[in-house]
């Protein structure tokens, strides 16, 4: 017999089968800073982008080096300097974030060359394209202060990157940016992300940051849209500097139509992979409206439907259909979805002649009950049935008699039912009947 640890492994890998499905092929482009190098984290992080590598994801990594600098500039006893938020780069500096770029690059390169037997990286045999990428050009004078060396993105050599991703390579990019006439900027590489991201139609842009999105009362929050994450910058003083910067160029990103954008925490280990294949997350997804839908099915919806209604009537909470029959209603039901995901479904059955309206089906995934979704739906059909022009509501349950009570209805007998449904009635089920007035 297989442990209990085999079913669960076993069933945890086929829950992650879908994202395989569904990133296969897509371009992702995922940020960090130098921090993650300079801590010792980047081995893990290696692991598991090589996991989305072999996964079929086309993958651009983009690296920052603020720590290294600011070390190479510590060795020559100068102080780094800032404006608002921006590193002011002159030449010494800019000869420092050489240095820094180029230790970097071959950090990187080298981690993802290993390929010991009996570990992650074994036989993954992954190889890297880095180059001029970025042209860039100077920030100039702002409020006075002068950037020098200090640049920003002018545009992005796309065709050659998607070139290299075609080929089943990593591509590379550090914060360091090129002009025409062969001078060298240093830009930052949240900015380089974002450029990136949007230049190639990426379908994910992902920042690990030193710290979480989160509240004032130090709550993550799990999504935002483009608008909510504006607004909570701006009076989000609560985030980190880091965390901010991420945000912001995230909540640019899906304005400018880029899928989805992740700001993950980088402290937590294989935090990337838990926001990329579990529905929970790890970090904060970014997205240009709201994921979540209520809306009528269709016929594709089909498969998620019975997935949430079989359990129910194995049980005998519900009535069982069958898929044909589910196929002949399906425009009877209405869904309501997060991220392409049902989490629950119902149908309206009316009665014309009564002017009364069936309510039937009514389920939700058990790892999403407790959350209001069962209500969304309730009130949602209750608006329909109104506008259908029904005057009652009822509903047939064996066991969720209190949930409809505390929400309006009264328990009542068959006689209540419509005639043509009133002749349907199991009497050995003994379902009860509750109604609820539509004013």
Known sequence: MPLESDSRFVSWFRSVAPYFHAFRGRTFVVAFGGEVLADGRFVGLAHD???LHSAGIRLVLVHGSRPQINRQLKRRRVAPRYSQDMRITDAVALECVKEAVGVLRVEIEAQFSQGLPNSPMAGAAIRLAAGNYIVAQPIGVVDGVDFQY????RRIDSATIAEALDHGRIVLLSNLGYSPTGEVFNLAMEDVALAT????????????SDAPVVDRDDRMLPELTAQEAERLLGRGR????????CLARAARAVRDGVARAHVVSRGEDGALLI???THEGSGTMLTADKLERLRPATIDDVGGILQLIEPLEVEGTLVRRGRERLEQEIGRFFVIEHDQMILGCAALYPFARAKSVELAALAVRPEYRGRGYGEKLLEALEVRARAMGMQKLFVLTTRASHWFIERGFAADGVGALPREKRGLYNWQRRSKVLVKTLR
Not at 150 to 153: P, R, S
Not at 238 to 245: F, G, I, K, Q, Y
Request: charged fraction near 25%; aromatic fraction near 6%; proline fraction near 0%.
């Open 49 to 51: 982008l090589n996991l």
């Open 150 to 153: 200090t640049g920003q993105v």
């Open 197 to 208: 991201a949007v230049a190639l139609r990426a379908d994910k842009l992902v920042f690990l």
């Open 238 to 245: 609560h985030l980190s500097d880091e965390t901010r910067r």
């Open 275 to 277: 926001e990329l294949f």
